[in-house]
């Protein structure tokens, strides 16, 4: 399997949301025993995605009633919104046959807009 395991948390007040992936040691790769950068990019823009809903639901205190089972509102684009812009330095290369971490926070909010960071880390070294 390309990627054996991903999951999502967050802290119960909304103030961060983390996801875990694991990487097989094969079908992730752009160059040999190195994972694609946009597979890297794309679980970072989604644990994001999931970082903002997490923020908007507690703003509104709304998380703690989605996390025991409430649905998610219906239209999930006018709730949360999409990426307009997403901005990634790449440090060091994520390896086939790893496990990363991926931490993301809200910065700030003006207005409708919703700026947030995020960093990827391999789990076992921290970088």
């Given amino acids: 399997c390309a990627m054996p395991m991903y999951r999502i948390y967050c802290r119960t007040d909304g103030s961060e949301t983390a996801s875990v992936a694991t990487f097989g040691p094969s079908g992730c790769n752009g160059h040999p025993g190195i994972v694609h950068g946009g597979l890297t990019a794309t679980l970072l823009d989604n644990t994001l995605g999931w970082a903002n809903a997490v923020a ?3 703003a509104s205190d709304e998380l703690a009633a989605t996390c025991r089972g409430k649905s998610l509102p219906r239209d999930t684009v006018t709730t949360f919104g999409m990426t307009a812009n997403l901005h990634i330095n790449y440090r060091a ?5 790893t496990t990363v971490v991926i931490k993301c926070t809200t910065e700030k909010v003006e207005g409708r807009k919703h700026f947030l960071k995020g960093e990827v ?4 070294s921290g970088t």
Avoid: E, F, N
């Avoid at 290369?93 to 046959?97: D, M, V």
């Avoid at 880390?121 to 076992?124: I, P, S, Y």
């Fill in 56 to 58: 908007i639901l507690a």
């Fill in 121 to 124: 880390r391999d789990a076992a």
């Fill in 93 to 97: 290369p994520c390896r086939a046959g």
